[in-house]
């Protein structure tokens, strides 16, 4: 494995995987893994696309739970490379494929209404200060909607879903209603929500959902998801999605 300046090799810790990253480019955040483990996938096959895919991270955790083919998107090339490479490095370029690509321009080249799964970890955040974009250049265009908005990425999945298909996303609550208004806005009926809590007694600070492409309109709200316990411990719920063992 070569690695590039500042770049580390980690483990996924609930799979027998590792992953490139770097503290100066991009390392995967909580958000990411929560959203793997929330979609639900086809087991033995199926089709599955992560838009704004980073260094893997999503295709990576996806690979585990399904024998389907797994594309990634993602429009920065030293993330793309590092997803590439930690592909590579797991044995697992059978399954998982890497696309250096606009998300905007991507539907085409993969398909029109051909995909089962479309999952999204978007930039959270409105476009940034001048400031904080020359500061570091990754960050702020993984963060803030300066390649992409939610409304591209929301109707991306769309056009990539084939009827019956599922979107997942995570986001922040605050956006959840622009979430909403615009999977309808491009035919998908948010079916599941969750919240996720960083402790009891405390507000949401990440919402995932999940739509139906065409679906009809019936959506459940899951049981809350809180990340630590009052000591500052994880949960048991969360000690079993980080490190695949409730204890």
Partial sequence: MNLT???????????????????????????AVLLARFVQVPIQKGSLVDLCSGNGVIPLLLSTRTKGTITGVEIQERLYDMAVRSIEHNGLDHQLT????DLKVVVPAL???KHDVVTCNPPYFLTPSIEEKNRNEHFAIARHEIMCTLEDTVKVSSDLLKQGGKAAFVHRPGRLLDLVTLMRKYRLEPKRIQFVYPKMGKEANTILIEATKDGKADTKILPPLYVYKENGEYTEELKEILYGSPA
């Fill in 5 to 31: 300046g500042d770049e580390r090799l980690d483990y996924l810790l609930a799979e027998d995987l590792t992953i490139i990253q770097s503290p100066s480019v991009f390392a995967f955040s909580l958000d």
């Fill in 111 to 113: 398909g029109w209404a």
């Fill in 98 to 101: 890497m696309v250096h690509e």
